[in-house]
């Protein structure tokens, strides 16, 4: 069976084009991908056409896939660095483990939030007998200067606020909207939504500070003329405050946005730091079992090995 993994590259934020303060709308095409032990999965960012949306510097769509045809999904204990992961499923379960002890399954409608701080570790598995579909998104946030360096945690939020309206229902994941707050912890101003839809032609109000992308991961929708297709980002620009959205039958939308992130950001592997040194740092440590990442138990399998970056020579 021939897999598309990714090779892990280097994802600096300042090779990428620079937030808009203006509309704009840019396509931005995912790239299918395998994780894990092979979980058929969309990467729509870090994409080299933008690295960043607001603080959303990573957008994977899981699926749809059905776990009799792909295999369950397994991703061994692996570290991160400076960043939260917020995971978000549509269909099927995933269990979470952690260095903090954290055991937590999320399922659809629910959300995880995981602050990694100065450093965590975790896994993400099906859990056992599992069947069915599995779909969902999990994203990163990167954390800004004054709270890359906390101490880790882990957040799971059973019940989001949610908007319902015409053929619209909007869950709140992140952020506040339409007069509804996420009760997920973040740390930059942030918005993500989800968005199912019936038949509809209609506005959906935006903040103008923010930039906005919109990602379709069921149906078919058309955002100001846009015809969008799953697992292409339309890219906005900031200075919106309203879009005009029209979906078909059994559509589904994840809306991302935030204040445009002003620190430079690299990202390699599962880090995401500001320096090459800090990110070879984090390489060397994982991989030796140090740098303060813990240990994930339970876990039925080894823990994952970082990959070295090409500029890290070896010593000696
Ligand atoms: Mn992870």
Redesign the pocket.
């Given at each position: 069976m021939s897999e598309r993994r990714y090779d892990p590259q280097l994802s600096a934020v300042g090779d990428a084009p620079a937030p808009s303060s203006e509309p704009v709308t840019q396509r931005i095409e995912g790239h299918a991908a395998l994780v894990g032990d092979g979980m058929p999965i969309n990467r729509v960012l870090p994409s080299r056409l933008r690295r960043l949306v607001g603080p959303w510097c990573f957008l994977d769509h899981i699926g749809p896939a059905m776990i009799d045809n792909v295999g369950p999904l397994r991703?061994a204990p692996?570290p991160?660095i400076g960043l939260q992961?917020v995971t978000w499923l549509t269909a099927g379960e995933i269990l979470h483990r952690d260095s903090l002890g954290s055991l937590q399954m999320i399922r659809p409608g629910q959300l995880n939030v995981?602050t990694s701080g100065r450093a965590i570790s975790?896994s993400?598995e099906s859990p056992g007998a599992a069947a069915g579909e599995i779909h969902g998104v999990?994203f990163?946030t990167v954390l800004p200067e004054s709270a890359r360096f906390m101490e880790p945690m882990f957040d799971h939020y059973p019940v989001l606020p949610t908007i319902a309206r015409d053929q619209l229902s909007i869950t709140v994941i992140s952020g506040e909207y339409g007069g509804e707050r996420s009760p997920a912890r973040h740390f930059w101003p942030i918005v993500g939504l989800e968005i199912s839809a019936g038949v509809v032609d209609t506005q959906l109000s935006l903040d103008p500070a923010f930039e906005h992308a919109l990602l379709v991961i069921d149906g078919t929708a058309n955002i100001d003329g846009e015809a969008l297709l799953p697992n292409v980002m339309l890219y906005l620009g900031a200075g919106r405050s309203r879009i005009q959205l029209a979906c078909d039958a059994g559509c589904r939308i994840i809306l991302i946005g935030g204040k445009p992130f002003e620190e430079e950001v690299l990202m390699w592997w599962?880090f995401v730091g500001r320096t090459r040194e800090e990110l070879t740092r984090a390489c060397v440590e994982w991989n030796a079992g140090q740098g303060g990442f813990g240990d994930v138990k339970g876990y039925d399998g080894s823990r994952l090995i970082a990959p070295m970056p090409p500029w890290a020579s070896a010593p000696g």
């Open positions: 991703v692996h991160h992961t995981m975790h993400e999990q990163w599962n």
